[in-house]
């Protein structure tokens, strides 16, 4: 064995000990890391000195689809104020946050953080506005739904790397279909009997029926902790970025809410992580107190009521939506003619495998490559595709 090679076996063995002796008996441990096609690898697992959620959070931030988060919004689109939250920087927030709960609670940092950078892969532009058109869409055309978690899948599974997918381990995968950082929960149960079937045949019912999303759980306490750090780095930062848009004021925060949680996203952050290590620190689950989930529902309550739905900032949806079926149907038509000019071959379906080509069915190839778009670039085509073009001063 060469000098190297007995250094680096060295390494990856302190690894595994250290793991096993400080992590949680319910934590996820590297070994336990399952990949649906290990052969594909360039070196095992076993002898990669990254372990395998560590080594996916790699595959995950030098994926094409993690460098679209820059330009994808959050909450707030259509304003000209470079100190809004985009997707980029949300993934960030909730990273950090499930990281330091994880560190208290001896989880296993490396799977949270995979799960936290990849979650929101598979939003549209637009955020929630583009994913409410894009599901419309798949609904009247009979094509089942469209739910941002399982297109973080599908990103990831069938799109990633020209078709053949990034090969990221079940448990990564589990946590980033299961996230749905838009339902909460007083407590959080691992399902922890999953296997590679059971992922599959969720992440085709999420795309084939509706609000199946809502009805599952992350396999690891890792994905459970990921689920409920979504909540806390949305929820105070949306209403700060609020407040900074004057959409509200701060003082309109719910009395109660603001003596439990704090009235700025800092004091929020603060509150609900420290009630959350103290509630779950030891157990078999992740839990809030009765008394700081109560006033976390106020409090979401509150923002959907005064910032999610405030028709300030609904005047330009439908527009938006007329903007989604207008690209698709165009998209449509150019698939069906075979109109190699157009954008979806020459930035999509051209370095699409033969695999995803043969098996996806062509409305829904249009749905993956207007859903894969930031901001920018779905404006741009819009420009494009249905807008005059100046001709200048002469021809």
């Keep these: 064995m060469k000098k190297e090679d007995k250094i680096f076996s060295e390494i990856i063995l302190n690894n595994s000990k250290i793991e096993k002796e400080k992590f949680f008996p319910y934590a996820c441990r590297s070994d336990d890391g399952v990949r649906r096609y290990p052969k594909r690898e360039k070196l095992p697992d076993k002898k990669n000195l990254r372990s395998i959620f560590f080594h996916d959070t790699d595959k995950i931030i030098h994926s094409l689809a993690y460098t679209r988060y820059i330009d994808k919004t959050q909450v707030f689109y259509l304003f000209n104020n470079d100190h809004l939250t985009h997707r980029v ?11 330091v709960i994880g560190r208290c609670l001896k989880l296993n940092e490396d799977l949270i953080e995979a799960i936290s950078l990849g979650h929101d892969l598979g939003h549209a532009p637009f955020g929630h506005e583009g994913e409410e058109a894009l599901d419309e869409i798949c609904q009247k055309n009979k094509i089942g739904f469209f739910r941002h978690n399982a297109q973080s899948v599908r990103l990831l599974e069938d799109i990633g790397q020209h078709g053949k997918g990034l090969n990221l381990s079940l448990q990564v995968l589990d946590g980033i279909l299961c996230h749905n950082g838009e339902m909460i929960n007083e407590k959080y149960f691992p399902n922890r009997k999953k296997t590679w079937k059971k992922f599959d045949e969720e992440y085709k019912n999420c795309l084939l029926k509706k609000n199946y999303s809502k009805r ?3 396999m690891t306490l890792e994905g459970c902790v990921v689920r409920i750090s979504d909540i ?5 930062r949306d209403f700060e970025d609020a407040v900074r848009l004057k ?6 925060m719910p009395i109660e809410a603001k003596k439990r949680l704090g009235d700025s996203n800092d004091k929020i952050i603060n509150s609900l992580v420290e009630d959350l290590i ?6 078999e689950y992740i839990a809030f107190s009765k008394d700081i989930f109560k006033n976390l529902n106020y409090l979401r309550k509150f923002n959907f009521e005064k910032i999610y739905f405030n028709s300030k900032i609904k005047t330009e949806t439908q527009k938006i939506k007329n903007m989604f079926w207008d690209l698709f149907k165009k998209y449509c038509e150019d698939v069906k003619n075979k109109n190699y000019s157009s954008p979806i071959y020459e930035y999509f379906l051209n370095s699409r495998s033969r695999e995803y080509l043969k098996k996806t069915n062509d409305k829904r190839k249009v749905v993956d490559f207007i859903s894969g778009m930031t901001d920018n670039f779905f404006n741009k085509q819009y420009e494009e595709l249905f807008m005059p073009k100046n001709f200048g001063y002469s021809i």
Aim: a positive charge; zero cysteines; glycine letters at 10%.
């Design 247 to 252: 959409l509200i004021k701060r003082e309109e």
């Design 216 to 218: 599952i759980f992350p």
């Design 232 to 236: 806390i780095a949305y929820i105070g």
């Design 278 to 283: 103290k509630n779950s620190y030891g157990k």
């Design 89 to 99: 920087l949300h993934v960030q927030f909730v990273s950090k946050i499930g990281r």
